[in-house]
């Protein structure tokens, strides 16, 4: 009697345990926890996301100067650089999607983890920013009304390559943070070997067309020449001896 009032007791618990796992499971079937969305993604899924949902939100964290030499259709220009950044994007729905560029990607990363910590559910940066984005062919809208310098042209930096010495090609931006980093170093290397050395600096927002025709599509990148010819090149930050273990200058 005993050994079966036990087997009723603990066949109880067992139901009343799986009645309360199957209640848990009824009250959330999916057993996620929302999770913001800060996502970096191509051009091309960046415009088919721009053009399929209506609600989208599209900021340009570039500063109003590069703005006005062409952005995207229907963009906000909220500079990250500037000290109201925080005070423009909450101007902005929290509870819709945000597309964020710049001209290369940084800036844009940037100011979508400022988005994130500040609350925003849907944010997506476009990798590669305006560079990608007119490599693809993809349109802007210019608002300069006066003609823009197009710095050099292929042929002039062509020109620029021929002499006896190494030219070392220097692709950066004013507001470029590794760029800066490097700057010093690069000319002080160049000081140093000044004998068989040139450092030939090349501005991204002052050379539009130059970077488009060398499909130079992100910043920093540095170039080695030697009569002419390229025979070295680097995408992104670089030391002193890194660089000249791989180039034996």
């Known amino acids: 009697m005993n ?6 007791g603990l066949l109880l618990t067992i139901t009343l345990l799986s ?16 999770s913001q969305i800060n996502t970096t993604i191509s051009v091309d899924e960046f415009e088919k996301k721009l053009n399929s949902n209506t609600n989208i939100q599209l900021v340009d964290v570039r500063t ?43 800036r844009s990363s940037s100011a979508a983890t400022i988005m994130g910590n500040k609350g925003f559910s849907e944010i ?10 007119s490599a693809a062919n993809k349109p802007l809208e210019n608002e300069n009304t006066s003609p823009q310098s197009k710095g ?3 042929d002039d930096f062509n020109k620029m390559l021929k002499t006896e010495k190494y030219v070392l090609v220097d692709y950066n931006a004013k ?11 690069l000319e002080a290397l160049t000081d140093k070997k000044k004998d068989k050395l040139i450092l030939l600096k090349i501005d991204a927002d002052e050379n539009k ?35 000249l273990n791989e180039t034996k200058l």
């Open 64 to 106: 109003p100067q590069e703005f006005a030499q062409g952005h995207i259709k229907g963009a906000l220009n909220y500079n990250i650089r500037s000290e109201d950044f925080e005070s423009q994007i909450s101007k902005l729905d929290k509870t819709k999607p945000v597309l964020v560029y710049c001209l290369s990607g940084g």
């Open 19 to 34: 009645c309360k796992n199957q209640n848990a499971q009824t009250q959330n079937p999916n057993s996620t926890t929302s």
């Open 209 to 243: 067309d130059l970077l488009k025709a060398k499909n130079i599509e992100s910043i920093p990148i540095l170039e080695l020449y030697k009569d002419g010819k390229l025979i070295w090149k680097h995408e992104g930050e670089i030391d002193e001896a890194v660089l």
């Open 152 to 154: 050099l042209s292929l």
């Open 3 to 8: 050994n079966r009032i036990l087997m009723i």
């Open 175 to 185: 507001w470029c943070a590794p760029c800066k980093k490097m700057a010093p170093m």
């Open 124 to 133: 997506y940066n476009m990798y590669g920013g305006i560079m990608k984005w």
